[in-house]
C-alpha cells in the first residue's frame, strides 16, 4: 500500500507546474531569420508568451486573441510573443503562422523540451496540450501560466483583458 501512495504522490510531482507567482526563466526567442531576442529584453512590460503547434486551431485562434490585445494594449506596455514549437530549421510554416494569425508579434521557434523546461513542467509529461499560456508581470515573475492540459480561459481576449488591464496599472 505505501508504494502505491509513493507512486500516486510521485506522478503528482512529476505533473505538476511549480507553484506560482514565480521568477520567469531566461528564454531566447528565435524568429524566422535568425534574429535573437532574450525574453528579459521585455522586463518592464507585461508579457503574453504563448507556445503554439502552428497546425493547432486552438493555437492560431489564440494567436489572434494576443495580436487584438496588442493592438489594443501594446502602447500602455503589454508585448505579445509566440514561440511555434517544434518547427524544423527555416521552416515556412513559421513565418506562415505569423502572417496569417500574429502579424503584429514576433514569431519564434523552440523545442518541446526547452518549452517544458521554461514552462517548468517535467519531461515526463508527454501529454502537454497546446496552446500554453504565460501571463508575466512587469516585474519578470510569472502571475499565470496554462495547466499542461490546457487552460481556455488563457486562450481568449475577453478572459485576457482584465488579467492584462490589472497587471498593467500595477507599478
Known amino acids: 500500500m505505501k508504494k502505491i501512495h509513493a507512486l500516486v504522490l510521485f506522478a503528482a510531482i512529476a ?50 486573441a494576443f495580436n487584438s490585445l496588442f493592438e489594443a494594449y501594446g502602447k500602455e506596455g503589454l508585448q505579445c510573443v509566440g514561440i511555434a514549437i517544434d518547427p524544423r530549421d527555416d521552416d515556412p510554416r513559421v513565418r506562415e503562422f505569423q502572417h496569417l494569425y500574429a502579424p503584429l508579434l514576433p514569431v519564434g521557434k523552440a523545442s518541446q523540451e526547452s518549452a517544458l523546461s521554461y514552462l517548468g513542467i517535467s519531461v515526463m509529461d508527454r501529454r502537454l496540450v497546446y496552446p500554453q499560456v504565460v ?37
Open 135 to 171: 501571463v508575466i508581470d512587469r516585474h519578470g515573475m510569472i502571475r499565470e501560466q496554462s495547466d499542461p492540459k490546457g487552460t481556455a480561459e488563457l486562450q481568449e481576449a475577453t478572459a485576457l483583458r482584465p488579467r492584462i488591464e490589472a497587471l498593467l496599472k500595477e507599478r
Open 15 to 64: 505533473f505538476a507546474i511549480p507553484p506560482l507567482p514565480r521568477k520567469s526563466p531566461e528564454f531566447t526567442i528565435v524568429e524566422p531569420g535568425g534574429k535573437q531576442t532574450l525574453l528579459t529584453s521585455y522586463k518592464g512590460k507585461v508579457i503574453l508568451l504563448g507556445f503554439f503547434s502552428t497546425a493547432c486551431p486552438h493555437c492560431q485562434h489564440t494567436a489572434q
